[in-house]
């Protein structure tokens, strides 16, 4: 059994409580209009009125997840660039796919008033069936993100050597605890509440990154030595597998896995409901094409944080579970640890945990706007009022973080890390029906409807097929090989390919059969209306004038 | 809201000129191949700093690209400003002209509360 650092503990638990107070005065911050904080408007994006800074911290806080800080640096502390340092180019080529995609999606959503992509879809093609099944893969492909953003919380609780209790309950508690606080304030404060915390987790974790990058590499030996310690830890040879663990810079067999896995990712983040929860809580449609510019500075600190496995690796880090196996995901909070007095590693930590309750607050936010508005607005209550919208979603927004906790204490981890694997892939064979409906009505709604089938369809087995080459159990991984070829790629990218091709052929096929194409809601004129312009204005018309920050 | 049938479409722009377009569509397609040409950078020389060419030539995409999309904001702000300029004054010979009103407001619509008076009644 690990002792318990007492100092970094109190540094954690004192930001916490931070964290927590800042969250419930966050529904007091810049009021929320005559209705309170009792429309989804309010409560579910902010009022709609976050300015530059705020959108940029707010976003930074919700694409970096505290998931990612944890899991790319293990990625590269056990099996090296393929499976961590594609993080990079993946957030690098993310902004000019935002940049073009989201200020028209800011638009036509202030034009009309929708809240979720799914409201867009259904706005655009007029079919209930295809709203649902974009709404659907929201959800489902957020569950088990904002599980992950437990194990975030986990892995720090871990090294600090919580956790060791005989009993489950024991065990767990300190995650309860931090959840019941992170679910109440959210039900309080809406996405308020991750906006204020993003700012004080954004200051902390570039103070923890960059203290680290600047002091670590030269207490090991410089780089030089820290890449070679690398080279030599990452080719020995596995006696499982007869093969290297990873690779310090990817072999030609894993160029096109590496390029896919950056493209995919990027192209599915914002298809994710977090995400653009994010976008429409932004006050213009130029904010989001300012924050496109200006949020890849939170890429170069996910690289520095990258490179920091690498580190670890140098400095014989040691990342064990209190029972004393191997779990690569401690690998960084270790770090911290062992290489800084109490005090700093508790803020770096503080950081990475308060990191986990961002996204989680927003996730839970977005998921529960899906289903209000598509599910129970749509299905069952056609003529729900604002205020019984908001109180549902900041209900579900309770069932939602319920049910990750569960996910979390009661099933094994591996379960969360498998569905976040298949839902990055789902979520990208949303993208045809909401992005070519940015641009165009030319695809069919019905195939559409049958492009995004044939993806998840062929995503799932994919998934599924792909063995551990250790453990030999399914989900191993999200690289296979295109049909018929030996080229390794990620599975996402096939499926995505797949649903365009079902797309356009069926469309072709039902254009000629004259099949009814659906009410378009939607203008030409919506996608370029920014915030003064007639009708946006409407959306907003009882909220406060004054911009938030 | 009326269900039979849309209101017209009101224009809230005037028709785009192709430029900044396609120099906007050349930098942003750039910044996405450039970073996915994994055999053009999966070496480890030239090293710098002992970082291995791989890794700092990937991180050094990260300022790249966000110069460059930079600079598509820069081009697409102006050229959305113009275009919503036209609708409210349609003469063609003060279009181009965006006023001292409009150069001060330079970063954005951010902090658009001039254009929105200036919107109030003249918008169509």
Redesign the interface.
Known sequence: MKPVDGVALTVVVVLFVLVGVLGFYAARWRGGGKEGLHTLDEWGLGGRKF??WITWFLLGGDLYTAYTFVAVPAAMWATG?VSG?FA??YT??L???V??LMSRLWSVSHRHGFVTTADFVGGRYGSRTLTLAVAVTGIVATMPYIALQLVGIKSVLTVLGVGSGENWLLNDLPLIIAFVVLAAYTYTSGLRAPAMIAVVKDVLIYLAVLVAIIYL?GKFG??????GAAEVKLGAVNAATGKPAGS?????AS??A??TL??GSALALFMYPHSVTGVLAS?????I??N???L??Y??ML?FLA?LGYVAIAAGTKPKELNGTINPQLVVPQLFLDNFPSWFAGIALGAIAIGALVPAAIMSIAAANLFTRNIYRDIFRPNASPRQEAKVSKLVSLAVKFGALVFVIAMDQSAAINMQLLGGIWILQTFPAIVAGLYTRWFHRWALFAGWAAGIIYGTVAAYSVLNPVTKAHFGGSIAAIPGTNVQVYIAIVAFALNIVVAVLLTLILRVLKAPAGRD?T???DY???????KVRKVAQDLPTEPIA | MASTQLPPDIPTRGPAKPGPYVISGLLLAIAVVFPLLVPMYARSTPRLGGLPFFYWYQMLWVPIDAALIGVCYALMSREDRRRRQILRHPDPGTSDDGGPRDNAADDGSDSGSDSGAAEGGEAR
């Open positions: 300015g530059s660039a340092f990079v180019p690098v080529v902004y000019p796919i940049f073009l590499p410089g780089w030089d030595h820290i890449f310090v810079i990817p072999g030609a160029f096109s590496y390029w950056a493209l006050k213009s449609r130029n904010t094409r300012k496109a510019a200006l890849p500075l890429s170069l690289g490179l809601l203008r030409n004129s370029g209306a920014d915030e003064n312009d007639p």
